[in-house]
Nanobody, 115 residues
Framework: QVQLVESGGGLVQAGGSLKLSCAAS????????MGWYRQAPGKQRELVAT???????NYADSVKGRFTISRDNAKNTVYLQMNSLKPEDTAVYYC?????????WGQGTQVTISS
């Protein structure tokens, strides 16, 4: 079992920044890739960014150049630095941890961008 706890969401104006954190606990040795996904009202959950245990990253085109995913293996924490935020970034952001037998999800944190 892996437990994921997200933090850092909130309300900011367009153009602002937020940094999300996701702390993992439990069977953390089993985690390979971690990532962030988001789900806006009425839309499907979508990939935002992923990072492997080796540090390789992948981003959705919509966030490239604005968001940065990073990982502190010593703290078992993954971060999402979000800059130049837009109203269309408004969503619930979920942390994800990939393990050999599947994946785990955090409870989600709300990010709201006002125009």
């Amino acid at each position: 079992q892996v437990q994921l706890v997200e933090s850092g969401g909130g309300l900011v104006q367009a153009g602002g920044s937020l940094k999300l954190s996701c702390a993992a606990s439990g069977s953390i040795f089993s985690i390979n890739a971690m990532g962030w996904y988001r789900q806006a009202p009425g839309k499907q959950r979508e990939l935002v960014a992923t990072i492997t245990s080796g540090g390789s990253t992948n981003y959705a085109d919509s966030v490239k150049g604005r968001f940065t995913i990073s990982r502190d293996n010593a703290k078992n924490t993954v971060y999402l630095q979000m800059n130049s935020l837009k109203p269309e970034d408004t969503a619930v952001y979920y942390c994800n941890a990939g393990v050999p037998w599947g994946a785990y999800w955090g409870q989600g944190t709300q990010v709201t961008i006002s125009s």
